[in-house]
């Protein structure tokens, strides 16, 4: 940020909500919305107890207060909304928003009784790296405490984090951003839920076969359909809790033309002018 207003750089990619409102009025800085940076949200762990239980997930899910979550995790920079892919895409769809930001903890207790709950530790992974996905975790362990869970959050930097994710016995929920799949696309928002699993640890074999029947359809509205019921899938099943879409903003000197915001900048017909 200090190197931006010195000049000493032209574009920063990454600007943070309390600078951009600090610098609005420099007219030396052009100041850029970026709604589509990530999915915030965690994957759940179907294979150890007891989130192998889609009760207990249930629970997890309509427990959560996602504004809340998102408004702490990222300084207010977000958009809720229950689409796996983002508003504008042509695959957007809004199955499953049934489950999405219940915030309905007297109905999560009463899962967790027909469960047969006893207290059970769920461990949440999260990392100290990307500070909105660590506070995230803090936020999500209160919300569920207050439901009945027992929580314990353990905190990696990314690469231990990422490494952990492996290890099917080690965690319940493990926080992350799905930031290349929404940004590219239904194919590649399922291929981390397919078989070799690695996010749900479990396979899923009804998702597995939505996977084929969407990469052999013939025609968008065939697909657009099969990915409808992908995203079902996901919410009833707990794949996924998703929070909300985390939004950035980017910044460059003013006398940088031609630059478009993206999640990854791209740099093509951008120039400086004197």
Sequence with gaps: MAGLEAGQFHIIEDLPIESAKRIASNKAIAVYDLKNWWLQGAWVNHAKAPTND???????????????????????????????????????????????????????RKLLAEAGYKGEEIVIITNSSYQSMYKAAQVVAEQL???????????????????????GNAWNLWFTGQGSGPSVGPFAALKDVVSPQKNQITADPVIDALYTELITGTTFQARKATFSKFQERVYD?????????????????ANVKGFVPYRIPRMWNVRLED
Excluded: C
Excluded at 67 to 77: L, N, R, S
């Design 237 to 253: 099943q707990v794949l996924f809790l998703k929070f909300g879409d985390l939004t950035r903003k980017q910044a460059s000197r």
């Design 145 to 167: 405490k207050a439901a009945g869970f027992k929580v314990r959050v353990d905190v990696f930097d990314w690469a231990t984090a990422m490494a952990r994710r492996s290890d």
């Design 54 to 108: 889609n009760r207990v997930r249930r629970a997890l899910q309509i427990a959560l207060d996602m504004e809340e979550i998102m408004e702490i995790a990222t300084d207010g920079a977000y958009v809720l909304q229950p689409g796996l892919q983002y508003p504008g895409n042509p695959y957007h769809v809004t199955n499953g928003a049934q489950f999405y930001n219940k915030k309905d903890t007297a109905g999560a």
